[in-house]
């Protein structure tokens, strides 16, 4: 089966740093996503890896394991619009499931100040 | 540059009637895919149009079928609607098929089955 695993909530202090985890087990892998996606409203999109790394993009930061089935999404220098769900998404891109994303539950992350 | 629009944004219904959802792509985009999300969850897939053709369906019964037309905008088809339909339903938009392609969402459609 396809299976994507983040935790449900996470707090952290307006200016500190965040690491939001996500493991999955899919059929096949062709890439992982980010949305953010604040309550009520569309999911946003963050960032996509491919590649085993880091990708920096401004104080979002996406790290891709594919040996282990791992990535995580780093905030910097948090922010009280911060305060959102962080969706991570997989793209099978195997033969049965080659056009659909796979997505977690979400991670609501709240921001004290 | 217009993204992706949905309609109605609200929506009541009861159960057994039928409900029409309507998306528009942002510009240049042609791939149109459609989501459920219930509260506190991740989207589920339901299918994905391209070239007006459904290239892939989730694991949504019948009841749920949609259209692509000739500008790339669809339609997403409800029937004999249950009370585990309501949900926030998101339409996404892509240039060419494959999920591996930036989706673009629209703010989505509150379905209210009562």
């Known amino acids: 089966g396809q299976n994507i695993d983040q935790p449900t909530e996470m707090t952290a202090t307006e200016g500190a740093i965040v690491q939001i985890n996500c493991t999955y087990q899919t059929s096949g892998f062709n890439g992982l996503f980010w949305y953010q996606q604040h309550a009520g409203e569309a999911p946003t999109f963050l960032s996509y890896n491919v590649l085993d790394g880091l990708e920096e993009k401004g104080r979002f930061s996406s790290f891709l394991s594919r040996s282990k089935g791992y990535s995580y999404l780093l905030l910097k220098e948090l922010q009280m619009k911060d305060s959102a769900s962080y969706l991570c998404a997989v793209s099978p891109g195997d033969r049965d499931s080659n056009y659909q994303l796979i997505w977690g539950a979400g991670t609501k992350l709240i921001i004290k100040p | 540059d217009a993204g992706v629009t949905q309609s109605p944004t609200h929506l009541i219904k009861t159960r057994g009637q039928q409900v029409t959802l309507r998306c528009s792509p942002k510009s240049g985009h042609d791939t149109v895919s459609w989501y459920q999300q219930a509260l506190g969850q991740g989207p589920q897939f339901i299918f994905q149009y391209y070239e007006e053709e459904e290239r892939q369906r989730g694991n949504f019964p019948d009841r749920f079928s949609g259209h692509q037309f000739p500008n790339y905008s669809s339609e997403l088809n409800v029937n004999a609607l249950l009370l585990g339909d309501s949900a926030l339903y998101l339409c996404?938009?892509?240039?060419?098929?494959?999920?591996?392609?930036?989706?673009?969402f629209g703010p989505g459609t509150r379905l209210t089955v009562l």
């Open positions: 996404a938009s892509s240039l060419r098929a494959g999920s591996y392609n930036e989706q673009f």
